[in-house]
């Protein structure tokens, strides 16, 4: 048996990626080695949305008054007094940091390093955050027993951007939530079509609605294709959104985009099985979940060309370049005219996702955790 403590910050209270990769690994270790005891650090979970505690994990938070004052000092610095206490074998670092000093705590550990678009975009980010994020990913590069990438773009950026190892970096892909490999009724499908009005065809858009997601170019194909098909997209406003309604006025497409901000993810599949394709140009990405989601669901994907999406999509999406919208609108036109094309897209895209299902994604992790012990 092994302890293992986790990172769970985001786990509990992050409602995007990381947060979701956060859940699905913690859920999927005590789901294939329920043996193992699981320690979840979190600097607070007090009505927090995440309950991992019917699978036996047990959620440390800070005691100490400064450090309950202070949490982001607990996360980074104090919090190897508790990972001591606790008796961890390994401490895995889920979203691409480790408390400093841990070195010195006797305790194996794995950091997960997602991207570098911080460093790849850097006008996206506050320029504070930019220099202490990248000192904290340079450092749990270093000092990490393991590093997990979760492709192999983000493996080669973890060597470029952050001077990691080679040799000890180990790419484990991420899986999805299991419900979007659930089957969905009719019935489900039409309630969540009513929940939110949803058209009965429409194109998807899933991801934070920000510039790199490049939701832009989905309305440019739109106009100049004249493609007549509503859009959907789903996703948290950014400061991007207000770049995004001038272009939807000045194209008088106001009736055909219907943005969805506080969609319920228990909602996702039933929304991605009422789609009649996915489009995900993004600019950069670490891995491209939603790209994932959507094969589980058989749903056609159009997507970028290079970095991490031919690993996501494999043979399954159509790919385009992000920056050309004539190759964009030839694609939605060719997905959504040939039905033989989409058969061949989804059959293809349900092989290519038995590649990132959660068996295959836990023991990959269990390898990484046992080569430390």
């Not at 999406?309 to 997905?335: C, K, R």
């Amino acid at each position: 048996m092994m302890i293992i403590g986790f990172d769970a910050k985001r786990a509990f209270w992050n409602r995007r990626g990381l947060g979701n990769y956060s859940r699905d690994l913690i859920r999927l270790m005590q789901q294939y080695f329920p043996d193992n005891q699981y320690v979840l650090f979190t600097p607070k979970r007090k009505n927090a949305p995440f309950n991992p505690d019917s699978q036996g994990a047990v959620s440390v938070q800070p005691s100490a008054l400064i450090d309950r004052m202070m949490p982001s000092l607990w996360r980074s610095l104090t919090m190897n007094r508790d990972i001591r206490r606790q008796h961890v074998d390994i401490y895995h670092g889920l979203s691409q940091e480790l408390p400093f000093g841990i070195h010195a705590a006797a305790v194996k550990t794995v950091v997960t390093i997602h991207d570098a678009i911080f460093i790849r975009y850097p006008e996206l980010y506050d320029s504070v955050y930019r220099t202490v994020f990248t000192q904290k990913n340079r450092y749990s590069c270093h000092v990490s027993d393991r590093i997990v990438a979760i492709s192999e773009q983000t493996k080669h950026d973890c060597i470029e951007f952050f001077g990691a190892d080679e040799d000890k970096i180990d790419v484990v892909y991420q899986g999805c939530s299991s419900v979007f490999r659930d089957t969905v009724t009719a019935d489900e499908i039409n309630q969540v079509r009513h929940k939110y009005g949803l058209p009965k065809q429409f194109l998807l858009s899933v991801g934070a609605i920000e510039r790199r997601k490049n939701m832009g170019i989905i309305l440019d194909a739109i106009y100049k294709g004249n493609i007549d098909m509503p859009l959907v997209i789903v996703g948290g406003k950014t400061a991007y959104f207000a770049e995004l309604a001038k272009k939807i006025a000045s194209y008088s497409l106001q009736n055909r985009v219907l943005f969805l901000h506080q969609a319920a993810f228990a909602d996702f599949p039933a929304i991605y099985h009422a789609a009649s394709c996915m489009i995900y140009p993004s600019l950069f990405e670490g891995f491209g979940l939603p790209i994932l989601e959507a094969l589980c669901t058989e749903l056609p994907v159009i997507t970028s060309k290079g970095g991490c999406f031919d690993e996501t999509g494999g043979d399954a999406a159509f790919y385009i370049d992000p920056l050309n919208v004539d190759e964009l609108v030839d694609a939605i036109q060719q997905v959504l005219s040939d039905s033989i094309l989409q058969k061949d897209m989804k059959k293809k895209g349900l092989h290519h996702a038995e590649l990132f299902t959660d068996e295959h994604v836990a023991h990959n992790m269990m390898q990484v955790y046992s080569k430390l012990v």
